[in-house]
Nanobody, 120 residues
Framework: DLRLVESGGGSIEDGGSLTLTCTPSGFQIEERGLAWVAWYRQAPGSECEKVSFFSTGGAVWYSDSVKGRFTMVADNVKNIVNLQMNRLKPEDTATYYC???????????WGVGTLVTVTS
């Protein structure tokens, strides 16, 4: 079965940076690669929000709320997908999850996620 583990969250001040890591494993992971991995987040009381995914032609899609501040990078050597988050804002506070890109609301389905708390 497919497994996804998120790590790297924590508490950080407004304007700071964090890098989250998604570590997939399981079913045919070597053949699947990493292009299917996407990042989502869910703030308390809010819906599951798609943050970033690998789009057609190698482009990376970002939500408007994080565009220009976040960078998603696949590391094919370590077999991980990082979400580099810069200039964090309090509104970025959420539990972050990685999951297949084609799902609209997968938050929590593959694990507990990693909590990012940005203080003002």
């Amino acid at each position: 079965d497919l497994r996804l583990v998120e790590s790297g969250g924590g508490s950080i001040e407004d304007g700071g940076s964090l890098t989250l890591t998604c570590t997939p494993s399981g079913f045919q992971i070597e053949e699947r690669g990493l292009a299917w991995v996407a990042w989502y987040r869910q703030a308390p009381g809010s819906e599951c929000e798609k943050v970033s995914f690998f789009s057609t032609g190698g482009a990376v899609w970002y939500s408007d709320s994080v565009k220009g501040r976040f960078t998603m990078v696949a590391d094919n050597v370590k077999n991980i997908v990082n979400l580099q988050m810069n200039r964090l804002k309090p509104e970025d506070t959420a539990t972050y999850y990685c999951a297949p890109y084609y799902l609209q609301s997968p938050c929590g389905l593959w694990g507990v996620g990693t909590l990012v708390t940005v203080t003002s």
